[in-house]
């Protein structure tokens, strides 16, 4: 091809929508996702990957109108290929692939990014990373309940205040639909008014469906459903006799009934979790439960949404295997860990910087290297070719580095080093064979402390 | 677009060339993935990401022919858009884009899949991941040692039998070919024909050099040259004296004295390094040193390369920028890890199984799987419709879980859990509050003997 040629200087630009991440935000970054990890593996969630790219007849079909957002291009072999635009369809067809090969419930986790060629805004980005767990082969809404138990577990490891669950179920949403009287057409209309009420409020709502050809009897019978709140045994109750004799209304009661059974009996706290019939997430593919991670206050917004899919893997297979999943939003995640603080920053790896006093003192600076790192201390040598310790000494502070090692030739000549630390500027001489015990005792009082060093 | 509509089962296939990695894969791959980042971040290597996505006129122009591999297309904002093809030159135009605001000299590392529309062959994919460590930002051979340093830790870390880092310097095989009285322009003929060494011979070499238009006596020249070995600093003084005069001669004989000078002060294992003046790494971008991690027995052959490249930045800033690196390849080095059974490969990330004995025991089972995981256990609870025990050990089983707690009518009045550890049968009645612990103490006991429950 060589379509570009021989161009001296191209503009290092990084495509719209797309990003790089710079080692101080991928330090917090490995750190919540081996904290999801974690989490996902105490629950037995296993991890699993598949191919970046898909036959695009694999991804399309299952997003409704958002489908137009899916990357797609003919490869060298004349396939249609597309990027994955989320992980739960990969993950339909990986168990219609490999069903011989599974064990049943078959849990896993995957956390990879996926690509949406969508209009980038303020943290929405066109590479983006989604951190899911699904529970495939069961109808148990024991399964459900343990897909919040550990999205409550996983937000709570990484500090996330006021988070909660909403919880509702599609079909209460259906039946809610059929007995105001609203033909099956009009059903997704009522969902995307309904999902508007925190937002426009219920006068917006009514006006929305009116709007739309709903009749304003209708509207309000919806919507007064909709607006029972409380504890969900109650509501559930409430909903029982008001629904009364609607088969889809019945079936979604009872598996909420269930599913808050074993959330109680799973010790979930209940400040984490909530019944909210308003809730109406957008995919198609949703047969049952549906959940979304809120946090109001800060108004943060949601941070992952999740539910129950019992036909989506039989698009693949031909046959229904039930599943349900949880997907949770990496980038939004740690947007509001940075700025609420939740969790300590550490702009860098290095644990310490060894300077390097002269091209004599060099051998016995390797020397030290080598020996904090079989001692398990991230250790650093300057390899700058302008060696004047005032640089070597910007270049810990400019890098966040904690401890800086100096070696001398006063020390060389007793076998000591000296450590300085960063932040506070306290100093310490040790022999060298107490170099590594010495820094992890300086990294913990750092980090104990108010630790400027870790900011 | 939905451009293939609502055709009902669709066949679940992977892309040629990709594929999907399963639990048991994926496990002893997480493992690997994060020795090689301790042993990284060990060394002060940081973390950065880039998108998978880059202009397409980034990728070209780098790779010399190879570039025809790269995936690209036009997106639906009509730019020309490219599929890393590895994670250098993205790197590349990572320091020119982000030059102010990085630290140098930078050191970076990255663990990432990278995308080649290749001819897909036993263990080679279409998208696979490499595992990179560079160093930006000083000419230093410091550098250059501290990545083959890395290498050797990071291979050791995995328990890589007999592997050798080989060293050349691009500036030595370019003063061999001016010796030899070859053009400049047959220089790369003579590198790829001596890269053919190990395999064809030095008749066979000879020969393949003659055919590409080299006299005889030249070929015999560069020949003689090659086959010099030994200890690196005799080597280097027999060039030295056979090459003197030359330029590029005498400045790759100071870079490779320094580095093996800087490798012993690191106490590098000479077992783990040698000079191998027939290594030619195929690359254009190369300028120094370059390398290549060999097993030779068993014959396993490379398992990554690199080199110094002082010019690719350039590319992007029109100014130079001293560079090196080192890439492994991840795909190869699970499967000889795999194949020399160098490490456990549990087949599960579960570590016990909490099984349910009736719909009236469920209550103490999620009690328990609850407590297990405060107790930091991996544990779950079986989530299948039909509870019949057989069933449920059998999944244990399946799965490779190593324990499975029973909780019958009788261990529940008495406040008990039965404990079996799958591989020995062995069992034990332990209480509900010592269950965490008795679990942990048999995981240890598994682990320390054969272990069939860790296979």
Known sequence: ??????????????????????????????????????VFERYGFEPIETPVLEYLDVLTGKYGEDEKLIYHFQDRGG??????????????????????????????YHI???FRADRPQRGRYRQFWQCDVDIVGTASMLADAEVIMVWIDALSAVNMPNFVVHINHRKLLQSMAQVAG???????????????????????????????????????????????????AEVLAELRRRLAGNQLAEEGIADLENLFRYLGELN???AHYQLDLSLARGLDYYTGPVFEAMV???NIGSLGGAGRYDHLIGMFLGEDIPATGASLGLERIIDVIQELHLLPQ????????????????????????SQLRAGEVNAEIYLGERRDLRRQVQYADRKGIPLV??????????????????ASGEQVTVPVSAAAETIDRLLKQERSGDGAAGQ
Chains 1, 2 share one sequence.
């Open 1 to 38: 091809m060589a379509r570009t040629g021989d161009r001296p200087a191209r503009t290092p630009q990084v495509l719209k929508g797309m990003r790089d991440l710079l080692p101080q935000q991928m330090v917090l970054r490995q750190h919540v996702i081996g904290t999801f990890r974690r």
């Open 79 to 108: 396939r249609e290929v597309g990027l994955r635009y989320d992980l739960t369809v990969p993950l339909a067809r990986f168990v219609a692939t490999h069903r011989h090969e599974l064990v049943f419930p078959f849990k896993r």
């Open 112 to 114: 990879e990014p996926v």
């Open 182 to 232: 609203v033909p099956e057409a009009q059903a997704a209309t009522i969902h995307r008014a309904i999902d508007k009420l925190a937002k426009i409020g219920r006068d917006g709502v009514h006006a929305e469906m009116v709007n739309h050809g709903i009749p304003p009897e209708a509207a309000d019978r919806v919507l007064d459903l909709v607006a029972l709140e409380g504890e969900p």
């Open 268 to 270: 979930a706290d209940p």
């Open 296 to 298: 109001k206050e800060p």
């Open 346 to 369: 550490p702009r860098t790896v290095s644990e310490v910087l060894v300077t390097v006093f002269s091209d004599e003192g060099l051998e016995a600076s390797l020397s030290l290297v």
């Open 405 to 422: 090692a100096f070696l001398g030739p006063d020390e060389i000549a007793a076998g000591t080093v000296n450590l300085r630390v960063m």
